[in-house]
């Protein structure tokens, strides 16, 4: 099995900060279908009865999409399944600084929003990018996290694939529901593209020779051709015009975006790092890199 290194993992997290910096200093240029809720208002977290009520329930609950990995995703601790992942990580944060548990609901990655809003969870978090539709539908913490736009392909195909002009026409996998399926539809055509739900399946496909590429964020990507030699990344130069990776909450939760928001700006790089690094290693896509020359 092929591994990534830590000092790359690291070094795509080093970002990470910088987008958090960079979300603070442009909070006063957000839209107001943009984390819409003033989240960077000043609130009184002490007096606020939104704060209050997930403190006396003792819990906070995450809604998420476990296929996603090293965001989200499945594995064994102690011989249970267990949902792990960098966005877990994050939401863990936010429940210790509560002090309430995280109890993470795993569901369809189109479900999401709409179960948000029907009250079935706190938020989400699902490596979710803002975009005019979501919105419209809830609000938004700060990015916590910025990656780019990438195809998987297999690896006999890594150089006949290399451009957005060499797949026109050629039938894609992207997951449905997410902001990589407008850029699919606009290279090779929508009636060309497959929608799946789980981005296990649209890998499945490529390896079955029934797509022709996967398009995925740059960091599950690697993720994929790490553990599988008859698969490779390709940078056919798509646009990732994202805000980055956001915490969704209900319409009008002003206070819980406000929180989360301090929880984000709190972060340290060593955690940040730490987290990425923690996440690539349970997913089997990094090791400890040997210290010998």
């Not at 948000?116 to 969870?121: I, M, Q, T, V």
């Not at 026409?169 to 593209?193: C, D, F, H, R």
């Amino acid at each position: 099995m092929k591994k990534v290194n830590l000092k790359k993992v690291a070094a795509v997290a080093m970002s990470l900060v910088m987008v958090l910096g960079m979300a603070a200093c442009g909070s006063d240029e957000k839209t107001d279908e943009n984390a819409g809720a003033d989240a960077d208002a000043e609130v009184d977290f002490e007096n606020s009865e939104r704060i209050q009520e997930i403190k006396d329930s003792g819990k906070l609950v995450m809604g998420t999409s476990a296929d996603y990995a090293p965001f989200e995703f499945h594995t064994k601790i102690d011989g249970e399944d267990t949902i792990v992942g960098f966005d877990i990580a994050i939401a863990q944060k936010v429940a210790d600084s509560l002090g309430v548990e995280l109890e993470v609901v795993d569901m369809a990655f189109d479900s999401l929003l709409i179960s948000l809003n029907n009250d079935d969870f706190d938020m989400v978090m699902a490596s979710l990018t803002p975009d005019e539709e979501r919105k419209k539908a809830v609000d938004f913490s700060d990015a916590y996290f910025k990656g780019g736009y990438v195809i998987l392909v297999r690896a006999e195909d890594a150089e006949k694939y290399t451009t957005q002009e060499s797949l026109e026409g050629q039938s894609v996998a992207a997951q449905k529901g997410s902001t990589l399926v407008p850029q699919a539809n606009s290279v090779v055509g929508e009636e060309n593209v497959v929608q799946l739900v789980k981005v296990g399946d649209m890998v499945t496909e490529l390896l079955n020779g029934k797509v022709e590429a996967v398009f995925l964020d740059s960091v599950i990507a690697a993720g994929y051709e790490a553990m599988n030699e008859d698969l490779v990344v390709v940078d056919i130069g798509l646009e990732h015009t994202t805000e980055g990776n956001c915490v969704a909450v209900k319409k009008g939760d002003t206070d819980l975006a406000a929180y989360i928001n301090e929880v984000l700006a709190g972060l340290t790089q060593e955690d940040i790092d730490q987290m990425m690094i923690d996440a690539q290693k349970l997913a089997g896509t990094a090791e400890e890199e040997s210290t010998e020359e």
